[in-house]
């Protein structure tokens, strides 16, 4: 008996069927890209464990998942991890993104916290999305200190083995030998090293004492050298006042040079016109007084020639 099959019921079943495949992976796809919104998280340690897909928490909430992972083409030294949270999920300025391990599989979530500060997180100018500060974990942390630990023991260990090597030890050996005779000679000289310190006791005293003279020393000098500053201004001062006189004796003899030209020309005239006058007049002064003498010695044995006039003088020969 063949089976009555409708084909044509047959297609049009599978092609609602496909229609409302492709109608909820849109929707999904949709809700998906309008309810979540990306952030990027740059890790700057290893993040074995993580993967495409794997979760975002907040504070062990599942909140959203990893989209991408890669290493930022800008620093080799991060990786850039793109995620896709949540809307409402208080993400804000203080948000820390670390990497948690997640029990013994070996895999690993991005686990954020905050949300004290009251501005939300937004992307800076330029930028696309915002970016979760990131800090490495506690066992990221741990792990790296084990590893400079183990780096820093095993240097340890190669300078122990350095250290201790066949040639050192014989060396030490001879160090500790040396050691030994000199403490045995040490001993021996035991009564004048005691010698020694006493005369280094009485050296200190005297070098205590030397130092207390020489503190007095500088007080003396300092108050030697106040006085010599105060002599100083006074000397300034005295040697301002010198060449002032310096100056007023100065001109003092320029005026005296002055008045010696002027007393020399005075002599000079006095020498060229007065004195020759005064000899002229020293000759009439003295033919004046003889003149007079003759008249009063003739007076005196003729006084009547005032009356009569002078007498006449004697005839000359042949005169009557």
């Known amino acids: 008996m063949e089976s009555k099959v409708n084909y044509t019921a047959v297609g049009a079943f599978v092609i609602a069927l496909a229609i409302a495949l492709a109608g909820a992976v849109w ?8 309810d979540t919104t990306t952030y990027l998280i740059y890790a700057t340690d290893n993040v074995t464990g993580l993967s495409p897909a794997s979760e975002v928490q907040y504070r062990g909430v599942n909140v959203g998942r990893v989209t991408s992972i890669e290493i930022d083409p800008a620093n080799p030294a991060l990786i850039r991890i793109q995620v896709a949270i949540k809307h409402g999920v208080p993400v804000r300025t203080d948000a820390v993104a670390q990497l948690s391990p997640r029990g013994v599989t070996g895999l690993s979530v991005i686990n954020l916290s905050g949300g004290h500060a009251s501005q939300p997180l937004l992307p800076k100018p330029g930028h696309e999305y915002a970016v979760i500060h990131y800090e490495p974990s506690v066992f990221s942390r741990l792990e790296g200190g084990l590893n400079v630990a183990a780096v820093t023991l095993s240097k340890i260990a190669n300078r122990l083995d350095v250290l201790l090597s066949p040639a050192n030890l014989r060396a030490v050996t001879q160090t500790l030998q040396n050691i030994q005779r000199t403490t045995a000679a040490v001993a021996a000289r035991r009564d004048d090293i005691a010698g020694t310190l006493d005369d280094l006791r009485r050296s200190s005293h005297e070098l205590a004492a030397m130092g207390q003279q020489g503190r007095q020393l500088g007080v003396q000098a300092s108050a030697l050298l106040e006085q010599l500053q105060s002599t100083t201004k ?37 020498q060229q016109r007065t004195l020759p006058g005064f000899d002229r007049l020293g000759g009439q002064l003295q033919h004046l007084s003889t003149q007079l003498t003759e008249l009063t010695r003739s007076l005196q044995h003729n006084p009547n020639q005032i009356l009569f006039g002078a007498p006449l003088p004697p005839p000359g020969p042949g005169e009557h």
């Open 27 to 34: 929707w999904l796809s949709s809700s998906r890209h309008t």
């Open 234 to 270: 006074a000397a300034q001062l005295t040697l301002e006042q010198l060449d002032a006189a310096a100056q007023d004796w100065q001109q003092a003899g320029q005026h005296a040079a002055r008045l010696g030209q002027a007393g020399t020309q005075a002599a000079r005239q006095l």
